[in-house]
């Protein structure tokens, strides 16, 4: 095997999902999901960068980093696929249920988390709740950056519960995913 495989290989992997924002950079354009939003979603960007910019003791890649996005419109989208702007996006459990119902996002994401050492979630807290309802993420996986009233819940399955600061992740939160990452990667 090539040093390159081999450094690809062991790479850890880690998945960070939030939902769309309010704030289109373009409406009428064709970008990635990741150059679509800002606003709040700015916060998970800016650790999404930091993560896959960071590197170990050596100077080596600490990780790879995916980051996808659940949309209104489309459903989950990784962020370097192409998509246009729209008018409304999810701000309440309804629009939240309503999506699911056409785009079955939960169970998308769910299974997606599968080959992850590590996922980050950044939602809203009714959004969360419908992944707990569904019950689809193994224990121990998940860093779950969401609502106090999901502390025990999480614990119970082996996931890291982080209280939402700031708009989505908070600095504080932002640097202790990182230090998890970094502990992981070790």
């Known amino acids: 095997m090539t040093k390159l495989m081999t450094e690809t290989v062991l790479k850890?992997?880690?998945?960070?999902?939030?939902?769309?924002?309010?704030v289109f950079t373009a409406k009428h354009r064709l970008l990635s999901a990741f150059e679509m939003f800002e606003g709040r979603m700015t916060e998970v960007k800016n650790l999404v960068a930091r993560l896959d910019t960071a590197v170990d003791g050596n100077g080596a890649k600490l990780c790879d980093v995916s980051f996808g996005i659940i949309t209104a419109r489309y459903g989950f989208v990784p962020?370097?696929?192409m998509i246009t702007g729209y008018d409304e996006v999810m701000e309440c459990r309804e629009d939240y249920e309503r999506v699911q119902a056409e785009k079955q996002f939960v169970e998308q994401v769910s299974y997606l988390t599968q080959p992850f050492e590590k996922v980050v979630f950044c939602?809203?807290?009714?959004?969360f709740a419908m992944f707990l309802e569904a019950d689809l993420i193994r224990d121990g996986v998940l860093i779950a950056v969401t609502s106090?009233?999901?502390?025990?819940?999480?614990?119970?399955?082996?996931?890291?519960?982080?209280?939402r600061r700031g708009a989505r992740v908070g600095k504080e939160n932002a640097d202790e995913i990182e230090r998890i990452i970094r502990e992981l990667c070790a």
């Open 123 to 127: 939602m809203p807290k009714d959004m």
């Open 79 to 81: 962020a370097n696929y």
């Open 148 to 163: 106090p009233d999901f502390k025990e819940e999480c614990e119970s399955r082996g996931w890291t519960f982080l209280e």
């Open 12 to 22: 850890k992997r880690i998945l960070i999902v939030t939902n769309d924002s309010t």
